[in-house]
Structures are given as structure tokens and as C-alpha cells.
T-cell receptor, first 113, second 115 residues
């Protein structure tokens, strides 16, 4: 079945550092890809999405590009802030049937001032 | 503020008991999904309801059941609780349109501990 694999955490960076969180997927069709974020004490929130190959999703300075050839959707940010500390989840959704999301295991990110 | 509210926020049950978790969807959203998130793991899809009918189910046994009401609120029921059912249960609402597929609005969850 479909699956998502994220880089192991936790990840600790200093403020203004460059961030990459790797995500690769396995899917039988052409899924849509997502990054969700879970801030402390809050529910999961959609951060960005891409629905087809070569699409780039972006939001709040974060970017991710749908790479079909490498089945990847890596999350990047050029300069992280303390407020970016959260757990990040990569996810995919197939385009048929129920709106089911398949999530990776999550990557906890801590940004130190 | 996503507008999805869940209750209770925390609860403790013993093995063999039954539990009901509740969810109010974001206004205008007629699709609701439930996910189970074990500690340190990503959420896993339990099932989805659209217009009061189940229209998709993950790899969970029949003792996990649900309801969706005409006002789009929802319940998750788990019978014969097992220790492994201890987790954060997330409710998510969404619109059914293709353009918003996968864009879910999550509540903060109900944390269930089974002793």
C-alpha cells in the first residue's frame, strides 16, 4: 500500500539556519502531497501542498517540490525562526475514493535562539 | 483557529470498557474523518463519513465504529478497549471537492489512556 517515509528526528537548529526535512513516498498512482505542521498545544494544520509532478508548494517561507522521478517532497526553509519549532508531517492523498491521508512518522524540529 | 472541536480532551478507561469521542466539524464541512495517532507516530486513518454514511475505512477492526449526524457533528465509538488503543484520536473535517482534496482541518484531539 501507499506509504510515506520522513527523515528521523529530532532536528535541532539555530535561528536563521537552513532547514531541510526529507520525505519520500511510495504510491501506486499519482497522489497529492502535503506537509502538515503540529505546533505545541495545537491541532495539525496544513502548511503546503502540491497536486502534480514539478508543482512547488509554498507558505510562510517554507517550500517543497513534487519530484516524481525521485518520489520525494522535501521541505525546505532558508532561515528558520524560533516560532517554527513544531512537529512536521509529510503526507499523501490518493485521488480516488475517500479523502484518506497517509502520514509519515513526523519530524520534531526545535529552533534555538 | 480551525473551528473543529473535540471532546473530551483527555480520558482514562480500563481494558474492556467502551468509549465515545465527539467532534464538531468546521462550519460548512460535510465530510469528517477520524485518525489515531500513537505516541511518536503519524496519524493513521480510521474512517471517513460523508452525508452520514461511511465512505472509506482504514485497517481498523469493527469494534471501531462511527456516526455522523445531520448537523455534520460526529462520534467515534470504540468497544472492548485494549491497551494498544491508548492514543490521541483526531477528528478532521473537509469539503468534498476535488480542488480541496486532502486539505483537512483537524481538531486538537482526544487523548485516550487505557489501563
Amino acid at each position: 500500500g501507499d506509504s510515506v517515509t520522513q527523515m528521523e528526528g529530532p532536528v535541532t537548529l539555530s535561528e536563521e539556519a537552513f532547514l531541510t526535512i526529507n520525505c519520500t513516498y511510495t504510491a501506486t498512482g499519482y497522489p497529492s502531497l502535503f506537509w502538515y505542521v503540529q505546533y505545541p498545544g495545537e491541532g495539525l494544520q496544513l502548511l503546503l501542498k502540491a497536486t502534480k509532478a514539478d508543482d512547488k508548494g509554498s507558505n510562510k517561507g517554507f517550500e517543497a517540490t513534487y519530484r516524481k522521478e525521485t518520489t520525494s517532497f522535501h521541505l525546505e526553509k532558508g532561515s528558520v525562526q524560533v516560532s517554527d519549532s513544531a512537529v512536521y508531517f509529510c503526507a499523501l492523498s490518493d485521488k480516488q475514493g475517500a479523502q484518506k491521508l497517509v502520514f509519515g512518522q513526523g519530524t520534531r524540529l526545535t529552533i534555538n535562539p | 483557529e480551525t473551528g473543529v472541536t473535540q471532546s473530551p480532551t483527555h480520558l482514562i478507561k480500563t481494558r474492556g470498557q467502551q468509549v465515545t469521542l465527539r467532534c464538531s466539524s468546521q462550519s460548512g464541512h460535510n465530510t469528517v474523518s477520524w485518525y489515531q495517532q500513537a505516541l511518536g507516530q503519524g496519524p493513521q486513518f480510521i474512517f471517513q463519513y460523508y452525508r452520514e454514511e461511511e465512505n472509506g475505512r482504514g485497517n481498523f477492526p469493527p469494534r471501531f465504529s462511527g456516526l455522523q449526524f445531520p448537523n455534520y457533528s460526529s462520534e467515534l465509538n470504540v468497544n472492548a478497549l485494549e491497551l494498544d488503543d491508548s492514543a490521541l484520536y483526531l477528528c478532521a473535517s473537509s469539503l468534498p471537492g476535488q480542488g480541496t482534496r486532502g486539505e483537512l482541518f483537524f481538531g486538537e484531539g482526544s487523548r485516550l489512556t487505557v489501563l
